[in-house]
Nanobody, 131 residues
Framework: QVQLVESGGGFVQPGDSLKLSCLLS????????MSWVRQAPGKGLEWVAG????????DYEDSVKGRFTIAKNNAENTLYLQMTSLKPEDTAVYYC????????????????????????WGQGTQVTVSS
């Protein structure tokens, strides 16, 4: 049984930094392209960042480019999201999500926000940015 467990959320002030983690268990982490997707209060799901299964290729939603960094440690089965210069509009529940593509799609990154586009989805971790 595959599980994704996020951690690292919290309450921070604008301008602060926070690092989220997501641990995958029950499968081989290196087989999955990974994404972070968030849901702000009263809004829909928003894709934030994605990384290919090897960890060498990344992509970001425009509003977080230059502030967020996604990383993947296949040896530790862990996905990270380093968030800096946080803004109140970054307040959301952050989910990690896993997608297994065919073996030939090594460089592919999932940039979609729907749960239906992923094989596995975590329970989420709350990030609140407020003064």
């Amino acid at each position: 049984q595959v599980q994704l467990v996020e951690s690292g959320g919290g309450f921070v002030q604008p301008g602060d930094s926070l690092k989220l983690s997501c641990l995958l268990s029950g499968s081989t982490f290196s087989m999955y392209a990974m994404s972070w997707v968030r849901q702000a209060p009263g809004k829909g799901l928003e894709w934030v960042a994605g990384i290919n299964r090897g960890g060498g290729f990344t992509d970001y939603e425009d509003s977080v480019k230059g502030r967020f960094t996604i990383a993947k440690n296949n040896a530790e089965n862990t996905l990270y999201l380093q968030m800096t210069s946080l803004k109140p509009e970054d307040t959301a529940v952050y989910y990690c999500a896993a997608k297994k593509y065919p073996i030939g799609d090594y460089y592919r990154i999932n940039t979609l926000s729907s749960r239906l586009e992923y094989d596995f989805w975590g329970q989420g971790t709350q990030v609140t940015v407020s003064s």
